[in-house]
């Protein structure tokens, strides 16, 4: 817009034009009259126009960590960490609320130790948003909140742990705020996974089983999650040699002393036992879990079961094939109980292809060995085991020393017969009657969503390798992972509220990377001083619209009347 002054009766107008390009010419349009120009008195000098005194401080990192802060707020995080490790304490300093606050959002965002969060935390935003001086986030200050939520009692040698009252303090208040549909139960999801370690003098670091097969000290962080709304219940850690199925009863413990009303529990094969069945509906509790093919009575359960393959009996249809389910009564662990036996197709083609192949191999192998070579037994046989590997259930061979050929051998045509009947199938164990056979399978194989919660905290929030030695610092420092976690899921559960697509992790994460670029800065135009958000997109205004979270970006605007 070009403002002109124009002449008129003696008077001076202001006129409003735009510019604009003709055939390659820049033409000036008439577009409005703005009325007389005012005279200036000449002992008044004109005021500057507001650009003319333009000045501004720094940059600092605003939109992901102001988000992430806000949904820490409405969680009531510091409040509740201070309230139930604080008591009446007296705390110099930011509390410890605050500051595992902060280094949970770090977490979640940039992962720092705690060396670096004193560089991280004054090039954001959070310090003006808590109120506190940048010099307050020290490293001294954030290993001491540590120990406020986890210490070692010296008089008793014992460790007190408050992150379970802290966990379902916080889960609760969530669960308010996004309450179950009316007359719904909660469905929970259990399951460990190895975080490994630097260092050695950690009590609860020890050798374990990992699937990366890394020989490397380790501990076992175990989680709840709900299936609604992905967000954890609570969380254990176990010495690194720990395995699932010695973690049920620490499990039952905690859910029976929490605030929860008894739901659904689905856990892993791996898990169950006839005594973990008795527990869980005990507490009054249902279980949904997968039985191994190594139990003999769900061999039976599965070698009896003839599943039709129709219309009626497919519960789900995926890139990995199609799952067809049959619900049926079997005896399993000592009782009468409600089974589903499911069977994926086209696994069990597979499977029984692989299993074709490898037996043709080992035919031809043991052909091709003979038995004439002048070798001793042991070597003998060491050559045959070698030759039939993981499928010796299937072969029956001895080695002799006079006849010849010196090896004998044939194929376990039963034990083949019988692994044909298991292909692709499995057993699922349910004490909910009211559930039907799909409903049951379901709901067992999408409980791969604690799985996106362990991916996230190895990933996003490089959880390991741990760093820390003494073991109240590791257990307070996985805790805090959880924390940013839980920021996470609250974040993507407000965007699958807001929508009915199906990808509201991805676009949690875009939408955390799009405000991750937005920065404050503080700008003096004449007397007054706006503060500016950089790089806010209209589809990120959008998105904080949908969410409620129309007014978090906010410019506002003081007059400093000293200028």
């Given amino acids: 817009m070009v403002i002109?002054?124009?002449?008129?009766?003696?008077?001076?107008?202001?006129?409003?034009?735009?510019?604009?390009?003709?055939?390659?010419?820049v033409k000036s349009i008439y577009i409005r009259s703005l009325g007389p120009e005012k005279p200036v008195a000449k002992t008044q000098r004109p005021k500057p126009m507001l650009l003319d005194r333009l000045e501004h401080g720094p940059s600092h990192r605003a939109g992901d960590v102001t988000i992430l802060l806000e949904l820490a707020h409405r969680l009531d995080f510091i409040n509740i960490i201070d309230g139930i490790c604080c008591g009446e304490t007296d705390v110099e300093g930011?509390?410890?609320?605050?500051?595992?606050?902060?280094?949970?959002?770090?977490?979640?965002?940039?992962?720092?130790?705690?060396?670096?969060?004193?560089?991280?935390?004054?090039?954001?935003?959070?310090?003006?948003?808590?109120?506190?001086?940048?010099?307050d986030f020290t490293k001294d200050a954030f290993l001491s909140a540590l120990d406020f939520v986890c210490y070692e009692d010296k008089d008793g040698g014992q460790i007190q742990d408050f992150t379970p009252r802290i966990d379902d303090a916080i889960y609760r208040e969530w669960r308010g705020k996004h309450p179950l549909q009316s007359g719904a139960n909660e469905t929970l999801a259990y399951d460990l996974t190895s975080v490994l370690f630097y260092g050695v003098s950690c009590p609860l670091a020890e050798l374990g089983y990992n699937r990366n097969r890394i020989r490397r000290r380790q501990v076992n962080l175990a989680l709840v999650v709900s299936r609604r709304g992905k967000f954890p219940l609570t969380h254990f850690v176990y010495e690194g040699s720990r395995n699932g199925v010695s973690t049920i009863k620490n499990l039952m413990a905690r859910l029976v002393e929490s605030s929860l009303e008894p739901g659904t529990l689905i856990w892993d094969r791996g898990n169950v036992s006839g005594e973990h069945v008795k527990i869980v509906v005990k507490a009054g509790w249902h279980l949904i879990c997968g039985v191994p093919k190594t139990v003999k009575d769900a061999r039976e359960i599965i070698s009896k079961a003839e599943i039709h393959y129709s219309w009626d009996s497919l519960a789900r249809s995926s890139k990995?094939?199609?799952?067809?389910?049959?619900?049926?009564?079997?005896?399993l662990y000592g009782e009468e109980r409600n089974v589903v036996v499911y069977t994926n197709?086209?696994?069990?083609?597979?499977?029984?292809?692989?299993?074709?192949?490898?037996?043709?191999a080992i035919e031809e192998g043991l052909k091709a060995l003979g038995g004439d070579a002048p070798v001793g037994d042991r070597e003998l046989r060491g050559r045959v085991r070698k030759i039939i590997g993981e499928y010796g259930r299937f072969v029956d061979f001895r080695v002799r020393r006079k006849d010849r050929p010196r090896v004998a051998w044939r194929f376990r045509k039963r034990e083949i017969r019988d692994a044909e009947r298991m292909d692709g199938k499995w057993v699922l164990l349910c004490t909910d009657p009211s559930l039907s056979g799909k409903d049951v399978v379901n709901t067992y194989l999408e409980k791969d969503f604690i799985e996106k919660v362990f991916r996230t905290l190895k990933t996003s929030e490089e959880i390991e390798p741990v760093r820390h030695r003494l073991e109240c610092r590791v257990r307070a420092y996985l805790f805090v992972c959880?924390?940013?976690?839980?920021?996470?899921?609250?974040?993507?559960h407000r965007l699958r509220m807001?929508?009915?697509?199906?990808?509201?992790?991805?676009?949690?994460?875009?939408?955390?990377?799009?405000?991750?670029?937005?920065?404050?800065?503080?700008?003096?135009?004449?007397?007054?001083?706006?503060?500016?958000?950089?790089?806010?997109?209209?589809?990120?205004?959008?998105?904080?619209k949908k969410m409620g979270f129309q007014n978090l970006l906010k410019e506002t605007v003081e007059v400093d009347l000293k200028m």
């Fill in 482 to 492: 959880v924390l940013a976690y839980m920021l996470l899921a609250d974040l993507q």
């Fill in 94 to 135: 930011p509390s410890p609320g605050k500051l595992l606050t902060v280094w949970a959002i770090n977490r979640a965002l940039d992962p720092a130790s705690a060396t670096r969060l004193e560089r991280w935390v004054p090039s954001t935003d959070l310090p003006r948003l808590m109120g506190l001086s940048p010099a």
């Fill in 4 to 25: 002109k002054r124009k002449k008129k009766h003696g008077h001076i107008y202001l006129e409003e034009y735009r510019s604009v390009r003709v055939d390659g010419k």
């Fill in 345 to 360: 197709r086209g696994r069990g083609v597979r499977d029984g292809d692989a299993r074709n192949e490898a037996l043709a």
């Fill in 320 to 331: 990995a094939g199609n799952i067809y389910v049959k619900r049926i009564h079997g005896r």
């Fill in 498 to 544: 807001v929508s009915d697509r199906d990808d509201s992790w991805e676009r949690a994460d875009a939408l955390l990377q799009r405000l991750g670029r937005v920065e404050r800065v503080d700008v003096r135009l004449g007397q007054q001083v706006k503060t500016w958000y950089l790089n806010v997109t209209q589809e990120v205004q959008r998105t904080l």
